[in-house]
């Protein structure tokens, strides 16, 4: 069992930046694959980045690239998210996600393919 915890959502203005951050529990947090996706009210949820056990692979959705960062620190079992240049439109439930199963080199964005996730922190940009 894997437990994730996120922390670090806000209120913020719009150009604004911010960091989330989850934590896992257990001692193999190095063999998971991450990612972030978030929900905004009404709407499905949606992929937003992920990276690759070792960290050195990544990949983000058209919608954040070049403004969101994810990063890892295995040794502090943490995966982070920095959020740049901040929109009304990423104001969501931000939910950090563990893939225990797989490769260095698989990295899905769809949400069927992570087996344990975080309760989810809330972020709000304000216009």
């Known amino acids: 069992q894997v437990q994730l915890v996120e922390s670090g959502g806000g209120l913020v203005q719009a150009g604004d930046s911010l960091s989330v951050s989850c934590v896992a529990s257990?001692?193999?947090?190095?063999?998971?694959?991450m990612g972030w996706f978030r929900q905004a009210p009404g709407k499905e949820r949606e992929f937003v980045a992920a990276l690759s056990r070792s960290g050195g692979i990544t990949y983000y959705a058209d919608s954040v690239k070049g403004r969101f960062t994810i990063s890892r620190d295995n040794a502090k079992n943490t995966v982070y998210l920095q959020m740049n240049s901040l929109k009304p439109e990423d104001t969501a439930d931000y939910y950090c996600?563990?893939?225990?199963?797989?490769?260095?080199?698989?990295?899905?964005?769809?949400?069927?393919?992570?087996?344990?996730w975080g309760q989810g922190t809330q972020v709000t940009v304000s216009s």
């Open positions: 996600a563990a893939r225990t199963y797989g490769s260095e080199w698989t990295i899905p964005r769809a949400k069927d393919a992570y087996d344990y």
């Open positions: 257990g001692r193999t947090f190095s063999t998971y694959t």
